[in-house]
């Protein structure tokens, strides 16, 4: 079983930037698919940015080149460092894990953490 506690999140101006990151809890960190997710106001939950256990990475169309995701096994941790923020960034943000990659690339992991606010403004 993982537990997820992220934390970095806050209120930037556009441009600026946030790390974000995700402490893991369990024997089974390093062989967990891990994923940040963000969810906007009236919008649908979205796929930010994935790593599998073997250190594939995919990245939604719209934070390529802008944020990068990376893990540390021996620290238990999942990070997301975001440049170039833009208003439209402003959601909540979600670590996210499962032992079955394919869970998390649908979207449906079975473990989450409990969010983090992200706040980009003009």
């Known amino acids: 079983q993982l537990q997820l506690v992220e934390s970095g999140g806050g209120s930037v101006q556009a441009g600026g930037s946030l790390r974000l990151s995700c402490e893991g809890t369990?024997?089974?960190?390093?062989?967990?698919?891990m994923g940040w997710f963000r969810q906007a106001p009236g919008k649908e939950r979205e796929m930010v940015a994935r790593?599998?256990?073997?250190?594939?990475?995919v990245y939604a169309p719209s934070v390529k080149g802008r944020f990068t995701i990376s893990r540390s096994n021996i620290k238990k941790m999942l990070y997301l460092q975001m440049d170039s923020l833009e208003p439209e960034d402003t959601a909540m943000y979600y670590c996210?894990?499962?032992?079955?990659?394919?869970?998390?690339?649908?979207?449906?992991?079975?473990?989450w953490g409990q969010g983090t606010q992200v706040t980009v403004s003009s």
């Open positions: 790593m599998s256990n073997d250190g594939i990475i």
């Open positions: 996210a894990a499962d032992l079955m990659a394919s869970r998390l690339r649908d979207g449906r992991p079975m473990y």
């Open positions: 369990g024997d089974t960190f390093r062989d967990a698919s």
